[in-house]
């Protein structure tokens, strides 16, 4: 995700996602914090809560990103 979106398109692009789309990038998450999830994991939570772990992992990764 490219680091000049704001907070509100995050989170609409989040959104956005459907499931699998969203296991995708918390996969291969490409940010300053280092996420150990299965994909069988990741599948057995609702769609709900794999947004609000991809928002977190994003606005954390950005907020390290801005402190160094």
Do not use: W
Not at 12 to 30: C, P
Not at 49 to 66: D, F, G, N, P
């Amino acid at each position: 995700m490219a680091p000049s979106l704001s907070f509100e398109q995050y989170c609409a692009y989040i959104t956005s996602l459907n499931k699998t789309e969203i296991i995708e990038r918390l996969l291969h998450f490409d940010g300053l914090i280092r996420m150990d999830f299965t994909e069988e994991y990741l599948k057995s939570l609702d769609v709900e809560k794999l947004r609000h772990i991809l928002l977190a992992a994003v606005v954390t990764s950005e907020r390290k990103k801005a402190a160094s």
